[in-house]
């Protein structure tokens, strides 16, 4: 790629984040697009309208938004919004960070030493013609000199990063216990969920339960709550809420023709009947089917249950020390908020559990592995001639330069961000499937394995480009890795500059500020749907696969530090962007649905380190490559320290975030003695893990309320 | 090596074992000897003798102690010794029933198989001179169909190994946890080790533990004793000892003329003066300085202590949780029984006992890595050129083809064997370097440091035999690596055979049984000793040079057992000798110096699982190089499966043998609070952990009671 090239794409690219700024800053202040643009805030009514001060009836766009996203402190923005925002903001504060410190040294050192090397031997003397290749370390001259500045710079950014990563996840975890301190009791820190219970013949569950942990725990059991199987009751409430929401809706409904229906097949044949009343009918019908289910799933009891404390440190014991002599029998684990319970999961006895995990991560591995595969496929489908053939009327359009270059440029690139957007969802499914409790646990782990694909199939799969079985088989030869990665990764450095100002810029700006999909959705549906017959629901930020996004660029930046510094500046202003357009998001868009208290952290600290580690060993190669063996084995200890420092981290802070420590847990338990609250509290918690499913139905007050739920269950 | 050959190898083998075993039968009775082969018996005084009713007058070589080792039940057995013992000796039973199996599949299935293939082409049809290789796989013709059997086997082998392993893990995990059920109430069981202790300024460390545990664990914190740092006073009672024994014999000498000494410089010069005046004033100085330094010791606190709890639960609950919000302070870690602390270790920080870990890692990669080189180079001046270089009067002897054959053949060996010799004490140097804080704990990661040591520099060393870095590169080719063990593994067969003659049988019944070093040294030390001068040490098995020689069997058969069944047969007797032979010493000579509830058996597992995946790596490779690459690909999955199985059983048993359950520590807390003896158990359990060393002198009653000790401390 040539300097005008990635000026064009630049220009393009700023162009299209310019319009999006724009739209986004006067459709935010259309309050027919409140929904899509500040669903928080419509969802808190006038109130918080009022409190900051908005006003909907500008037309002209302003930035007014990105001072208010920029004005409260943390402390104000935590308290607006949740723990877990203000970690996944702090990606980008230590994002700034590490690439401000690699943007001065690689422009300001690096990048002169590569435009003055004369490797590459470029003739042409005009800048805007220059590949981009002699601003990295490939126009170095092998075996000059000029690379012990890089080495030096290697050394000094690990060494920098390390202390940045030391200092956040410090700052973090000091935050974490903070915000457990400020806490107030809440029902999942009293609670942990019991599995495996072994229920001999003649007594119920429930009865196990309750005899076990009356005789091992008699003074800090409080009560239990057995995880029943009510799939086909979740089926059940759920058709009634929808023929609920239909009949609401019909009743509002003001031309008699389509109050009346036939009452044959399909709505085609027989009596016409009033619709009203055929609903009504079946409604009744369906609710007495599930008050029937769930006096019968009564008796569906799962090994398993919800047991709660009357102390946080009774939980605790419960949950550390090993229970029954068999370790598989008793398991105990931390229970989720009761909102963030994924009640599906419980049929599945331990070994079963065991062996779909190992089936999740063989399906992982072959969709991570594999992925690339239909993707080059459709990828070929779509190539010149092929498109001719298929479609002889398109010969005169392909022969143009500019439709064929788009085509060839920008389809197959179409093709796999397509494909790479079912994968957050593919990667959901699996974590589910995996066993996992709660919404909570489904994400940490599908943004886990979201990452690692993102590396594998963005990273590798680009840098390496050869075959599947080629790239394969790499692993079988770890000497070679080294070498065929430095040959490899500077020689796509223009590719992944382009990557992050279209991938990086534009759709951030695109999908995260302008919402493009939820904005497209909205539009559809507005003519359809009534004034106001569906509830607004605010959205949760789906971090498992934003969290990846961000890191992979994190990636980018710091292996490319010192092969091809440019990428630094695009990446500095990615992070920029992203933390204003974050920050405004998370303040008026996403609502927290769970609270994990920052435990996204330690992934972020390890790819970081993964990444580090993985600029060692292309700089391993690279000063091989480039006859400087000697700096090539000096860099060897480099990869070892940062390894240890990992280590070391793991014992100095992990920990924090696993659990709390007894000191918070005994400080709190203290608290709550002289809290006048706690025994409505004890009260609350003895049913705060009822399966929803099972909660008797409720009726509403008024037929006409069509906000009321009629069915208080499955919602 | 050809048949003949074996057969001279095993008849040697088997004179020097019937040598051995006459000898024993007839010095086990001579009452001189009493101290080398019974002395459990001997410390236990007449008693014993009487109940065992044994004999010492006759003379004749008997097999009556054989008897008495195999009849004892297994419940008899651990009462007389230990629950360790008992799970050293189910290694043997454990082999004997895969061996038992092998043996019966190996050599009535494959042997014949293999006897009658064709594939090395032997013209010679008389079976003394047939090779060895002969009767193993190598023989199998390439593609054969019958490879198709030894393919099955491995399957079938497989499993019966993986159930036996199962039942084995399950037996002695259920035996364990009724150990510690009729297990009596011990200080251990209410203590933990709390390191990293944060001391503030102004307070001492032992004011520090006090506060906390208070004020966290106000109704089952106990007491607790900080650790000192002792080195100073633990040499100076060390040398107050020996001068004590010194003065003892002295006194008992009969001799005036060695009752004076002068006064002077070594003794040489200066006035007479009488001995027991010198030794005694000497004596006193020495026990004022030890009280002296008792007194300053008290302030030199090390941020460590031994604190204990009122109940079992109590030390669990703070063993389990995490104590404080940083997880390098108040480090937690069960506390060893007291007599098997190992005191010096206490001097280093968190960081500091990190750092020391990853030094002795390091240090002993080199030392297993490295340690073929010298015994390579001392073996090459071993070489009979050199030798009649260097001694020109051995030419003579040297040109006699037995001496040079016994020169070439057994001197490498023997240098080779020395040098092992220095191995167990380098690694239980190594392992007490790592900051274990008990000497059980010390010789438990001793033995798998061994257990590794012996595996790489015995089977891999010897199977691969090239060079040494030869052998480092193949683990940076690990496609190779089937290929390469499959062509070498099943050539030293006969070496290996020959391996388990010798080293397996001879030296168990010279070493173990016979005990010929610590026969030796009584021997020597007798003349110069009083008669009972020395008090009498019962000796203590040491697990970790036992347990690896015995697992390394195991290693062997596993792999051989498909590539040369000829040498189960060999290994069922070694392990029925083993079974006799180590019940036997476990009864009269080795005394338990610990007890950790069989702890060492998750060793014994994984080695196991180890061997199976080294057999079918080698099956995977050798069906390759058979041309039945089918039967290749189709061992893949058994590996993993083992793995898998492997896997399974750490979820399963793993946990039980790391700690006690709740279900348990309750149920034993319960029992003691009906018993009257725990107040007095209290009371000893505040001063069970104090440092020998720190215990006052205790005077000896009569100054000719010999036996008695003048000094309790440091004993």
Avoid at 349 to 368: D, E, G, N, Q
Avoid at 380 to 388: F, S, V
Wanted: glycine share 4%.
């Amino acid at each position: 790629m040539i300097v005008w090239a990635l000026l064009t794409s630049v220009g393009i690219n700023l162009g299209l984040c310019l319009l999006f700024f724009t739209l986004y800053s006067i459709l935010k202040k259309q309050p027919s697009y409140l929904d899509v643009y500040a669903p928080r805030l419509v969802a808190a009514k006038e109130e918080s309208e009022q409190r900051n001060g908005f006003n909907f009836e500008r037309l002209l766009p302003t930035a007014g938004w990105v001072k208010r996203a920029w004005q409260p402190s943390e402390d104000e923005f935590m308290s607006a919004t949740s723990f877990d925002a203000v970690v996944f903001i702090r990606i980008f504060i230590f994002s700034l960070r590490v690439f401000g410190f690699a943007g001065i040294v690689g422009v300001v050192i690096l990048l002169p030493i590569n435009y003055l090397g004369t490797q590459l031997d470029a003739d042409s003397s005009d800048l805007a013609n220059k590949s981009l290749d002699s601003f990295s370390i490939s126009n170095v001259k092998d075996g000059s000199k000029w690379l012990w500045v890089h080495f030096c710079a290697v050394y000094i950014f690990s060494g920098v990063v390390c202390y940045l990563l030391y200092y956040e996840y410090s700052y973090i975890s000091s935050k974490r216990i903070a915000h457990y301190y400020s806490s107030k009791h809440q029902p999942h820190q009293f609670t942990i969920l019991v599995r495996g219970i072994p229920v001999s013949s003649g007594s119920s569950c429930s009865e196990t339960v309750e005899k076990f942990f009356t005789e091992y725990y008699p003074s800090t059991y409080l009560s239990h709550s057995v995880v029943r199987r009510t799939n086909k009751l979740q089926r059940l409430t759920s058709d009634a809420k929808k023929l609920y929401r239909r009949l609401a809706h019909l009743k509002s409904e003001t031309n008699p023709q389509r109050r009346s229906i036939r009452d044959g097949f399909c709505g085609l044949f027989g009596h016409k009947v009033n619709v009203l009343d055929h609903y009504g009918k079946k409604l009744e019908t369906l609710e007495d089917n599930v008050r029937m289910e769930q006096l019968s799933v009564a008796g569906k009891e799962v090994p398993a249950a919800f047991v709660s404390f009357k102390s946080r440190l009774g939980a605790a014991i419960a949950l550390h020390i090993q229970q029954g002599t068999n370790p598989t029998e008793w398991v105990t684990e931390r229970a989720p908020e009761p909102q963030d319970v994924h009640w599906p999961f419980f049929s599945s006895s331990f070994i079963k559990r065991w062996i779909s995990k190992l089936l999740v991560v063989v399906a992982y591995a072959a969709v991570t592995i594999l992925f690339l595969i239909p993707v080059v496929i459709v990828q070929g489908l779509t190539n010149l001639e092929q498109l001719e053939t298929y479609f002889p009327f398109l010969e005169s359009i392909l022969s143009l330069t500019v439709v064929s270059e788009v085509i060839t440029g920008y389809l197959p690139s179409l093709i796999l961000q397509m494909f790479i957007a079912f994968v957050p969802p593919i990667m959901i499914m699996l974590s589910s499937v995996e066993g996992c409790i709660s919404f909570s646990q489904i994400e940490k782990s599908a943004c886990i394995k979201m990452l690692c694909f993102t590396i594998w199939n963005i990273f590798f799969a680009n840098a390496l480009s050869g075959t599947v079985l080629y790239r394969f088989d790499i692993f079988l030869d770890p000497k070679e890795i080294p070498g065929i990665l430095a040959d490899a990764v500077p020689a796509q450095a223009s590719f992944f500059i382009a990557y992050v100002v279209t991938s990086g810029w534009t759709s951030l700006l695109s999908s995260v500020l302008f919402r493009l999909s939820p904005l497209i959705c909205s539009i559809i549906k507005k003519p359809f749907s009534g004034k106001d017959g569906d509830e607004l629901k605010v959205p949760s930020i789906p971090y498992h696969s934003h969290i990846p996004k961000v890191l992979f660029f994190g990636l980018l930046g710091i292996t490319y530090f010192f092969l091809a510094p440019l990428i630094l500046p695009f990446l500095l202003v990615y992070c920029c962007l992203g933390y204003i357009i974050y920050r405004n998001q998370l303040l008026i868009v996403y609502a927290p649905k769970y609270d994990i208290g920052g435990r996204f952290w330690p992934t972020v600290h390890n790819s970081t380190i993964f990444s580090l580690v993985l600029m060692h060993i292309i700089a391993i190669g690279i000063f091989g490559l480039k006859n400087l063996s000697l700096a090539s084995s000096l860099i060897v200890p480099l990869p070892i320290l940062t390894l240890l420092f990992n280590e070391y981290c793991r014992k100095r802070f992990l920990p924090i975030f696993e659990d709390y420590p007894l000191e918070c847990l005994i400080k709190k338990d203290r608290q709550d003695q002289n809290d006048p609250t706690i025994a409505v509290f004890y009260n609350k918690l003895s049913t705060a893990y009822e399966d929803p499913a099972l909660m008797p139905i409720r009726h509403p007050r008024s037929t006409d309320d069509h906000n009321s739920p009629l069915l208080q269950a499955g919602v």
